[in-house]
């Protein structure tokens, strides 16, 4: 396998959607050791399609498994005490799709840095502080590209001014000590993208910066992704960020999807009592209360889930801390008492797999879907 910076299907000046998606997770399961007792099941059976010039949100609580999902696209869960259990990430090349969990090490480190990049939370555990800015960002540069230290130095350059680093002739020489947050943040979207990525994993890279500073961050993200034609995952817990800068969102919990749509309906109609305590949780602006609701008065409110809004009779809500109804549908296969299954068009919900849902099993989540310009839907 060779990696690529660039797809037939979708090259940097094209500016119409493909048909294809950049990268598809089927049933992606990861587990870790837990010393004597049982493996912990970080993720279990997460489906998701990135289009091109699209930005998937990936919303949840902490531990959900949305960074073991973005992790795992570039194999850098350690193993062991990791352990990639089942599924399959197809990652679209020039030559064709290819299964990055089976590649071998020497094919993956082709893959990092070069067709996907990725973003870490904090930029200062990221960067080395022994080392300049400049030689970080050239040391991806000569890696993956055949190019000489000079023309690195060029790349990185560029890279530098493209996220609004001023004077990046004198700042490449620089330290991160001496860049402020919202500047090391600029840093590291500039290694990133030195290589061109076609897919770049954004895990929460707004975390400890100011909202003037993270407006700034995520529109440059945006603009990136309308100029150099990549796609964006987008891990965060803040809902704003997400009715502002994401295309289509997938909600996590307990390492499953619950609920998967477009940015637009996910937030005017909320299908999942996971996703509806997120959204009610929130304050808003337009209303005065005495005390905000809480996820937790939603998702133990058994009323809830006793049926699934929109859906036909038997098909329900999942949720692992309930107990199954008594038409589950057996099955051999893993995590067999649970199905993301699509109840409206473009819409899917994470349901117990009953026999009504036997019946009506669906395709798994794909949306090809881009916001319009100028448009985002109200958090509020």
């Known amino acids: 396998m060779t990696a690529t910076t660039a797809s037939a299907e979708t090259s940097p000046a094209a500016g119409t959607p493909t048909a294809t998606p950049i990268v598809r997770v089927d049933r992606l399961a990861v587990s870790f050791d837990n010393g004597s007792g049982p493996r912990v099941q970080a993720v279990d059976g997460v489906r998701m399609t990135i289009y091109p010039r699209q930005t998937l949100a990936v919303v949840g609580e902490s531990g959900c498994g949305k960074s073991v999902t973005a992790m795992s696209m570039l194999q850098l869960i350690p193993r062991p005490p990791g352990r990639f259990d089942r599924g399959e990430i197809v990652f679209q090349t020039e030559h064709g799709p290819v299964d990055l969990l089976t590649l071998n090490a020497k094919q993956i480190r082709e893959v990092r840095g070069n067709d996907i990049a990725m973003i870490f939370q904090e930029p200062m555990t990221s960067l080395n502080p022994v080392y300049t800015v400049g030689d970080q960002i050239m040391e991806a540069i000569l890696l993956h590209q055949d190019v000489s230290k000079t023309k690195a130095r060029e790349i990185a350059l560029k890279s530098m001014s493209d996220v609004g680093i001023p004077d990046p002739e004198s700042r490449i020489k620089a330290y991160p000590h001496q860049f402020s947050g919202g500047m090391r943040q600029r840093v590291m979207i500039a290694m990133a993208l030195a290589c061109q990525p076609r897919l770049l994993l954004a895990d929460e890279p707004t975390t400890a910066l100011d909202v003037t500073i ?86 133990e409110n058994e009323d809830e889930f006793r049926k699934l809004p929109g859906a036909s009779d038997g098909v329900r809500p999942w949720w692992p801390w309930h107990t199954p109804p008594n038409d589950l549908e057996a099955k051999d296969e893993p995590a067999g008492d649970y199905y993301l299954q699509e109840v409206a068009p473009e819409h899917w919900v994470g349901v117990w797999r009953t026999h009504a849902v036997r019946d009506h099993e669906s395709r798994p989540p794909d949306i090809d879907y881009r916001v319009p310009a100028k448009q985002s839907p109200s958090a509020s």
């Not at 997938?250 to 109609?269: H, Q, T």
């Open 214 to 299: 993270q407006a700034q961050i995520l529109e440059l993200m945006t603009e990136l992704k309308q100029t150099r034609g990549m796609a964006v995952m987008l891990i965060t817990h803040d809902l704003g960020v997400v009715a502002e800068n994401s295309d289509v969102v997938c909600v996590m919990y307990a390492g499953r999807v619950v609920e998967y749509a477009k940015v637009f309906d996910l937030y005017d109609n909320p299908m999942h009592p996971y996703t509806r305590g997120l959204l009610a949780s929130i304050p808003k602006m337009h209303e005065r209360l005495d005390r905000l609701v809480t996820i937790r008065e939603i998702v």
